[in-house]
């Protein structure tokens, strides 16, 4: 009897060269992902700036209009801004060798008899797998600014909470903001107060007078804004506020210890 072999293999290149090309695609995928990473903080560190401008503004104008409806406010500082962004390349690599034999027995007859056959089957399997991560942490602290100033300021310098009654008293745009009241003289009978105005008619919000872009507030049944002849005195508030000098951090100072501290309006 006769027999011919055929002997077949399959595989793909040495295991070696798949590992090296992996290793080179990773390199290029974390450079890539690192450079990308950059460029979210950086976009980040922009976005966080714009926000605390805009934090700022909100406040300053809902601050205002709770002062005008004889309502109590606090002003909070913004203390801290950190933007933290992580990136780590996970992997796996599996590799090895398989192996299958085929024997049977060919239909053809030839004059030497049955021709039997094998075959041999050999498969280099490779798999791999790549997951990216990418973490993102923002962190805004804040602090009420409470408590009066320390060492005391000289007499007539004028603290963070007098600054808001001396916007509110304001009567005229070319009023000087140094030079006004410090007292709760806007809340007078009538409700009339000059730098932050309200309309709450369906007549008046028909035909809504120029304001100060970002102060134009919704609360209750009203529209609340700074008119836009205040604009120049808004932004002097606005620097004051940022730049006046701030109580040591902790609850105000109350005297002796047990001491309630009093107030006078």
């Known amino acids: 009897m006769e027999k011919s072999i055929s002997a077949t293999s399959l595989g793909a290149p040495p295991l070696f060269v798949k590992i090296s090309l992996l290793l080179r695609c990773s390199c290029i995928f974390m450079v890539s992902l690192g450079a990308c990473t950059t460029t979210h903080v950086q976009w980040d560190a922009v976005q966080m700036r714009e926000q605390v401008v805009d934090y700022y503004n909100d406040e300053i ?20 801004l950190q933007a933290i962004a992580t990136s780590k390349l996970a992997g796996t690599a599996g590799g090895g060798e398989m192996q299958t034999h085929t024997t049977g027995t060919s239909p053809a007859v030839t004059a030497a008899g049955i021709v039997s056959t094998f075959s041999r089957l050999v498969t280099r399997p490779f798999t791999f797998s790549v997951s990216p991560e990418r973490d993102e942490n923002l962190t805004i602290s804040s602090v009420p600014v409470i408590g009066a100033p320390f060492p005391t300021p000289p007499a007539g310098t004028p603290t963070l909470y ?18 006004s009241k410090t007292d709760f003289s806007y809340l007078s009978a009538s409700g ?14 028909r035909s809504l007078p120029l304001y100060v872009p970002g102060t134009l507030k919704s609360r209750g049944n009203c529209l609340y804004y700074v008119p836009e002849c205040y604009q120049r ?16 951090s902790g609850p105000p100072a109350g005297g002796p210890a047990g001491a309630v501290p009093t107030f006078t309006l």
């Open 61 to 80: 104008i809902n601050n205002l209009i709770r002062a005008v409806n004889g309502e109590p406010f606090v002003h909070v500082d913004v203390t801290g």
């Open 162 to 179: 007098d600054l808001y009654l001396k916007f509110l008293n304001l009567t005229t745009p070319n009023e000087e903001l140094c030079d």
């Open 192 to 205: 009339d107060c000059h730098s932050v105005r309200k309309i709450c008619t369906l007549e008046e919000r």
């Open 233 to 248: 005195r808004y932004l002097e508030l606005f620097r004051a506020l940022l730049t006046v000098k701030r109580p040591p």
